[in-house]
């Protein structure tokens, strides 16, 4: 039997990875010591990994394909195929970044003013290379962790750190000067393994649901009735991805509608709709939305 070697990322993506892989249809069970989680699929071997090590394995044959970060692939020169970008996040909110940073009181303001000083970041093999095709000189070094404390105590001139929305920056008391990539998940596969028609069909297969849960988050459906002459009146104020389904009653002059919208807009709409002549409203959870 034909098996898929899968790289699931341990750490500070696993909860959401493992939720969303539940929602795509995939139960996984995770024990606390255990780096070989159990999953309702005989065709897929799963196996936890950090996201920092993801990419060098994928490379390398050892698994077949796994979930990682963008600033990883690029931190290991990573030769591998992004098979497809998932959006953990919600839509309205920003890939991460990883800015350059330093103290609110240095004299430092641009990255041309860190020729010849000490950067300390977890990202140090990409963070070099930044730096190096700018043509500034900078001596880079390993941090293990609590990044904003080396420069904040003066053990570091600045830290190249990740960062969403830059809050956790500001509250320390540093300031962005540059940003040295952006980042987003995405599903990475071996070349060989890709190469392989039932290795893909089976990847594009996990990739079609993981994205169908994903794009269902945060909408639902929501289904009413109404009599034809307050048809367009509800059409005229009723959003959706797509054009409503509108289907005849049984009922002489009265339509079923059927349409999927975000879930913060119910609240607003429903009364709306009622106010307009709708009955019968349902809104309904859903699972997956696969285009």
Known sequence: MKVLKLGLPKGSLQEKTLEIFKNGGFNISVSSRSYTPSIDDVEIK???????EMSRYVADGVLDCGITGEDWIL?????????????????????????????DDSKIKKLKDLDGKRIATEL?????????????????????????????????????????????LRANGLTE???????????????????????????????????????????????????????QKILSILPSLKKPTISSLTLEGWYALEVIIEEKEVRKLLPLFKENGAEGIIEYPLNKLIY
């Open 177 to 231: 000067i540059a940003t040295v990539c952006t980042s987003t998940t995405k599903f990475i596969a071996n070349k060989e393994a890709y190469k392989d028609e039932w290795k893909k069909k089976k990847m594009n297969y996990i990739l079609l649901l993981l994205k169908g849960a994903l794009e269902a988050r945060d909408k639902v459906g929501l289904k009413l009735n109404v009599k034809k002459e307050n048809l």
């Open 46 to 52: 799963p196996t936890l990994l950090r996201a920092q």
């Open 124 to 168: 140090a093999n990409y963070t070099k290379k930044f730096f190096k095709d700018q043509k500034i000189n900078v001596d880079v070094e390993f941090s293990w962790g609590a990044t904003e404390v080396k420069v904040k105590t003066g053990l570091v001139d600045a830290i190249v750190e990740l960062t969403e929305t830059g809050e956790s």
């Open 75 to 103: 931190e290991n020169n990573s030769d591998v195929i992004r098979v497809d970008e998932l959006l953990y996040a919600k839509r309205t909110l920003n890939p991460v970044r990883w800015v350059v940073a330093v103290r």
